[in-house]
């Protein structure tokens, strides 16, 4: 696939549009569809916008790019794509039907990709005849500013769909991690203890909201602190993601979700976008501040830090990516300030070991279970890189 293959992207909303936005930016025709004209009608609005400010930093020619997208109501119109990424809701059924009609109109060579988050690629390709040409291209938010796409071939994904995907990606100049069809991908997986454990933390009364926050930027490096960035996705949001890795974990109890997190979705303090969320966003109500004692920080960055590097550790023994992918993920897809596995070995991997084994005797609870991995590796005198 090059420049001028025409893409093709299914759903105008908060992703469809940033990816429009790529692939035109890139030089490519793009068909962006979404059923609702209204959304059509903002996502062009919006894209006008963001690409004449572009053109005032001397990025680009705003008339140009936008000339290059077919804003359409008709999923019709994708009938000469080389590639069609869908972006729609997150529900199965609603994508398997959409990509069930989208392969009669696409010729033989055309490649189906979803930018789901969470639903199975497998599941997603069962629905097409030729499931060999559909693929996970999996964007973070927003995507014309996050570097990372994770890329996720189904068990049926052909080889050949898989490296075309990656290379046309990689052209858009993003950097590309593949990794296996299972629940989260890297980055939603790996990254379930930065929220999970916080709140672990919260709710047996260590810390408050903000000397957790503080903990883990001004100690730990880490560019938003859990709270403040739970409240920025939202907690309805996120709560929801935990809740669906968690069934499809088997109920792994190391993926368990909150009743913090559960009550405050349910009260409506979703975060910034209802002006409530752990920190009230109201005008005139002062932020509460953390309290600064460094030896509690680093109790909290420590054991928050160990349980993201154990859920690293499991990806790799799991085979989910590989060491190098694993680290490019974290960095590149949430602005982790060092690569998961790196920072296991800066620290040395038996201090995380004895870290993870004091937590699981005292708790008792699997969730802090070491992986098998890092056990191996204590044992082999081993190191990541
Ligand atoms: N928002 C994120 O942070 C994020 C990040 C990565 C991946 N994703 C995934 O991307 C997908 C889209 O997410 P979003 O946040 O952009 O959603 P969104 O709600 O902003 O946009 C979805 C759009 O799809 C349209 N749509 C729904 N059904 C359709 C159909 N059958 N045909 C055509 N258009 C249809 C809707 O009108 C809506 O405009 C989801 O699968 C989501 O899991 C979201």
């Known amino acids: 696939m090059d420049k001028h293959t025409i893409v093709g992207v299914l759903g105008a909303g908060s992703m469809g549009s940033g990816i429009a936005q790529i692939a035109a930016?890139?030089?490519?025709?793009?068909?962006?569809?979404?059923?609702?004209?209204?959304v059509l009608n903002?996502?062009?609005?919006?894209?006008?916008?963001?690409?004449?400010?572009?053109?005032?930093?001397?990025?680009?020619?705003?008339?140009?790019?936008?000339?290059?997208?077919?804003?359409s109501e008709n999923i019709s119109d994708f009938f000469e794509c080389g590639i069609v990424i869908e972006a729609i809701v997150e529900n199965l059924e609603v994508k398997q039907h959409v990509f069930e009609e989208l392969e009669n109109i696409v010729s033989d060579t055309c490649i189906l990709a979803s930018n789901t988050s969470s639903l199975s690629i497998a599941s997603i390709a069962s629905a097409c005849q030729n499931p060999e040409k559909v693929i996970g291209i999996h964007f973070f938010?927003?995507?014309?500013?996050?570097?990372?796409?994770?890329?996720?071939?189904?068990?049926?994904?052909?080889?050949?769909?898989?490296?075309?995907?990656?290379?046309?990606?990689?052209?858009?100049?993003?950097?590309?991690?593949?990794?296996?069809?299972?629940?989260?991908?890297?980055?939603?997986?790996?990254?379930?203890?930065?929220?999970?454990?916080?709140?672990?933390?919260?709710?047996?009364?260590?810390?408050?909201?903000?000397?957790?926050?503080?903990?883990?930027?001004?100690?730990?490096g880490f560019r938003m602190g859990p709270f403040t960035l739970m409240d920025y996705i939202g907690n309805d949001v996120n709560y929801t993601v935990t809740e669906t890795v968690f069934a499809a974990f088997y109920y792994d109890p190391r993926y368990k979700p909150s009743f913090t997190q559960k009550r405050h979705?349910?009260?409506?303090?979703?975060?910034?976008?209802?002006?409530?969320?752990?920190?009230?966003?109201?005008?005139?109500?002062?932020?509460?501040?953390?309290?600064?004692?460094?030896?509690?920080g680093k109790q909290i960055l420590d054991r928050i830090l160990m349980m993201l590097i154990n859920e690293a550790v499991d990806a790799l023994f799991l085979n989910i990516a590989t060491k190098e992918d694993i680290d490019l993920a974290m960095t590149k897809g949430v602005n982790y300030p060092k690569g998961l596995l790196a920072w296991a070995d800066e620290i040395g991997l038996k201090n995380v070991l004895t870290k993870l084994e004091s937590m699981f005797n005292e708790y008792g609870e699997d969730r802090y279970r070491p992986s098998p991995l890092l056990r191996r590796m204590v044992r082999d005198g081993k190191k990541f890189f």
């Open 25 to 38: 930016t890139e030089g490519h025709q793009v068909v962006l569809v979404d059923l609702n004209n209204q």
């Open 42 to 71: 903002k996502s062009k609005a919006k894209l006008e916008s963001i690409l004449t400010r572009l053109e005032e930093k001397g990025k680009l020619n705003a008339a140009e790019v936008i000339g290059r997208i077919k804003f």
């Open 141 to 220: 938010n927003p995507a014309p500013l996050m570097p990372l796409v994770e890329i996720i071939p189904a068990v049926q994904t052909s080889e050949k769909t898989k490296e075309l995907s990656r290379k046309l990606i990689d052209d858009w100049k993003k950097v590309t991690v593949l990794a296996k069809d299972t629940p989260g991908f890297i980055v939603n997986r790996v990254a379930r203890p930065f929220y999970g454990e916080a709140l672990r933390i919260y709710e047996e009364g260590i810390a408050d909201f903000a000397t957790i926050d503080w903990a883990m930027t001004e100690l730990g």
């Open 265 to 296: 979705s349910e009260a409506g303090w979703y975060g910034r976008k209802s002006g409530r969320g752990y920190y009230n966003y109201a005008e005139g109500v002062e932020m509460p501040q953390p309290t600064k004692d460094e030896i509690l």
